[in-house]
């Protein structure tokens, strides 16, 4: 009961966490490539009891080294606690290294240059101006 208890919790984790990595402009593409992934992982578990067939506790050595790789990769992942999380496929490429540094909060305001200050207030006040050039809605 208590592993499938921690299943369940780890998907409600790992969708929590998708929706957080992934930039805005392309997050339905990627939690659906996430749910593809892990449905491919759903089909093609049953089958790894077959391997059993050639060595009795290669079902488990199989299970267990992707669950050892997956937690020792997790690591690598960024931190999100505390940070704006990437609406730009841009600032998803720099998420988590040094040179990513967006406002985190309207009073951390005052760190910020003011040319893109002013960048910020114009893309909010008008966001028609960026229609035709492919980004966002523009596409559609």
């Not at 606690?81 to 406002?103: D, M, V």
Request: aromatic residues 10%; proline residues 6%; contains cysteine.
């Amino acid at each position: 009961m208590l592993s499938k208890f921690c299943i369940a919790a780890s998907y409600s984790i790992i969708y929590l966490y998708v929706v957080e990595i992934y930039p805005t402009v392309v997050r339905n593409i990627g939690i659906g490539i996430s749910s593809m992934a892990s449905g491919l992982g759903n089909i093609i578990s049953p089958f790894v009891i077959l391997f059993a067939n050639y060595w009795t506790p290669l079902p488990f050595v199989i299970m267990g080294s992707i669950s050892v790789i997956a937690g020792l990769i997790l690591p690598l992942l960024p931190e999100t606690r505390n940070q704006k999380l990437p609406g730009t496929i841009e600032e998803a490429e720099l998420f988590g290294t040094a040179k990513y540094n967006p406002r985190q909060t309207d009073q951390q305001d005052a760190g910020l240059d003011e040319e893109r200050k002013a960048l910020l207030k114009d893309n909010d006040s008008n966001p028609e101006k960026n229609m035709g050039n492919g980004t966002a809605y523009g596409s559609l």
